[in-house]
């Protein structure tokens, strides 16, 4: 089993839709986790943290499940700027430590 | 969000050449600094972790001595690609790392070798 895996999509949703995506990961000893977004041929960013199980900003949603080993990111209202790659990252033990990259999830919110 | 700066931004070189890339963060002292490397449609992938005043740590199947990494102070991390070949082109990103274990990425460096 990868130690993060998503789903790759491509996920296409029209303006104002809900979408969610999965991560679930294989080290059940990671504390925390993260949710970044990249724009195409641009640095990834960080978009959410997540330390115990789950964390709003805005319309960004995202939960953690320590018993099923997986975390969502839930984005409401999508808009048209929310078209990114999202990354799934998971530090093996949440201390300036190397991040296991799930591949990402491509999102295109279409007009 | 901590900023981290990278420079060059993008770089054209002749095969054989070196090129040397400069990761720095500018206002958080990362003690730990790592260097991806991202190549088209495919994921982020690990080349090397770097701790200040220490020898990096590279991952399985990245020549050390192909990839030089220096991390000589708080802030300031480089990684010198040696004798570059056109499939060493690629997104180069480095990032540094809290001990929340949250990561800040440079904007990258794009590396592209005739």
């Known amino acids: 089993r990868k130690e993060v895996e998503q789903d790759p999509g491509p996920f296409n949703v029209p303006e104002g839709a809900t979408v969610a995506f999965n991560c679930t990961y294989s080290?059940?000893?990671?504390?925390?986790f993260f949710w970044y977004r990249q724009d195409c041929r641009k640095e990834p960013k960080l978009l959410m943290s997540v330390y115990s199980s789950g964390n709003e900003d805005g319309r960004f949603t995202a939960q953690l499940n320590r018993a099923s080993q997986y975390i969502s990111l839930l984005i409401r209202d999508s808009k048209l700027s929310d078209s990114a790659t999202y990354l799934c990252?998971?530090?093996?033990?949440?201390?300036?430590?190397?991040?296991?990259f799930g591949s990402g999830t491509q999102l295109t919110v279409l007009p | 969000g901590a900023v981290v700066s990278q420079h060059p931004s993008w770089v054209i070189c002749k095969s054989g050449t070196s090129v040397k890339i400069e990761c720095r963060s500018l206002d958080f002292q990362a003690t730990t600094m790592f260097w991806y490397r991202q190549f088209p449609k495919q994921s982020l992938m690990l080349m090397a972790t770097s701790n200040e005043g220490s020898k990096a740590t590279y991952e399985q199947g990245v020549e050390k001595d192909k990839f030089l990494i220096n991390h000589a102070s708080l802030t300031l991390s480089t990684l010198t690609v040696t004798s570059a070949h056109p499939e060493d082109s690629s997104f180069y990103i480095c990032s540094g790392g809290t001990d929340l274990g949250e990561q800040f990425f440079g904007p990258g460096t794009r590396l592209t070798v005739l």
């Open positions: 990252v998971v530090p093996p033990r949440g201390s300036a430590r190397q991040l296991t």
């Open positions: 080290n059940s000893a990671s504390q925390s």
